[in-house]
């Protein structure tokens, strides 16, 4: 007969009183025993027991703050999603735990949840990702069946403050690229304003992905923390692209190429991933660091405060503005669809008002003078209607 395992449950009759005793193992390691006078009432005890003890654990009756906390552990097995927005899910959790932790899963109503919403504090965009950790732990546990339906659907939500798109404009571009130059982000900031590409994409570029006057795009960087970093593929094969990269850009980046080696030597310690754009240790760049200097540079010229992201609504904005093909946009940004790409990224400059008031104005001064060769065409014909006319009255 084989031997017991340590974790599974027993039952078994006493000699001393002839009582049958079951069996089994708690979550802290202890054991638990129930007795009956019959084999068959402590095997039903015992499952009884058992039954309740597995809703409070992992069912309904556990606590909401216990189901979250092994939600999180559990999101790192799901392919779907990003390391950071996991990371971000985990810090939305402990600012949800201290209002509903205690309460039971079944017993978690919309009123809750829409309490601990009103009462946490942040930015709107920052209360509505809570809601989206919020929603997708609820509705997981669902799917999961540890509840029949949840709590977390029509909550009163705070409107979204929307950053204004400020796209710069030719001379704009010009003022940026004057003011970095002799630094190691200039090339970035070219790669950024005259490619179109994410900031993320530009983070994971290496020297090998330049084919000829070509940009290999197929791959990003993503932080899962601070320090932590990963490469990931793009989410949509669009994302995989060739994108054509200017002259100008190509001897800013054989410029920063030199710097780059000069740091590199000057270096204790370098990791070689043979990307373009590094720290001073050879990893990618952190996105606060490149924003302290994109920001500082933007005060030396004068321009205004405007997101790293912006560069790439400038790219295309300046494209639409040449009469540039929607479609070669759509390609070059990595979009899927180029209807979204006219309806997000195309935006108004005031320059081009002037030249749309100056084309109005010679298509006018062309009107004007088609006007007047087809009087002066017209006028003999008439003259020579008149002298008929009058030949017949004499």
Request: hydrophobic residues 35%; positive net charge; contains cysteine.
């Amino acid at each position: 007969m084989a031997r017991r395992g340590n974790s599974e449950d027993s039952v078994y009759q006493r000699a001393c009183d002839k009582r049958w005793v079951a069996a089994t193992w708690l979550a802290n390691g202890k054991r638990k025993y129930f007795y009956a006078w019959t084999r068959s009432e402590v095997v039903s005890k015992l499952g009884s027991w058992k039954k309740s003890y597995r809703s409070e654990l992992y069912g309904g009756e556990q606590r909401v703050d216990d189901y979250l906390d092994r939600w999180i552990k559990g999101l790192a097995t799901r392919k779907e999603l990003a390391p950071a927005t996991i990371f971000k899910y985990s810090v939305s959790v402990r600012y949800i735990k201290p209002h509903i932790g205690k309460l039971r899963m079944s017993k978690v109503r919309r009123e809750h949840l829409q309490r601990t919403l009103d009462d946490l504090t942040g930015e709107p965009a920052t209360i509505r990702f809570h809601y989206a950790a919020m929603h997708r732990a609820f509705n997981d546990a669902v799917d999961d069946e540890i509840i029949d339906s949840s709590p977390a659907h029509r909550l009163r939500l705070p409107k979204s403050s929307k950053f204004p798109i400020i796209p710069l404009n030719a001379e704009q571009v010009a003022q940026l690229l004057e003011v970095s130059e002799g630094t190691k982000w200039h090339a970035l900031w070219a790669v950024l304003v005259t490619c179109g590409l994410r900031y993320g994409e530009a983070q994971a570029l290496r020297w090998g992905d330049i084919d000829g006057t070509d940009f290999i795009i197929s791959r990003s960087c993503r932080f899962k923390t601070t320090l932590d970093f990963e490469f990931a593929e793009p989410k949509t094969t669009s994302g995989r692209r060739r994108v054509p990269i200017p002259l100008s850009t190509l001897n800013a980046l054989n410029l920063h190429k030199n710097m780059q080696n000069e740091m590199r030597l000057r270096a204790m310690v370098w990791q070689d991933l043979g990307l373009i754009f590094t720290t001073e240790i050879g990893t990618p760049l952190p996105g606060n660091t490149t924003h302290t200097h994109f920001h500082r540079h933007l005060a030396e010229a004068g321009l205004p405060h405007i997101r790293i992201h912006d560069l790439r609504h400038t790219f295309a904005t300046l494209l639409f503005g040449l009469g540039v093909h929607s479609g070669y946009v759509q390609h070059a940004l990595g979009h899927s669809s180029a209807s979204f790409t006219q309806d997000i990224y195309s935006h108004y400059l005031p320059e081009m008002g002037v030249a749309v008031s100056d084309a109005m104005d010679s298509i006018l001064e062309a009107g004007k003078g088609r006007s007047a060769v087809n009087r002066a065409v017209q006028e003999p014909v008439n003259l020579r209607s008149a002298a008929k006319s009058q030949g017949k009255h004499t």
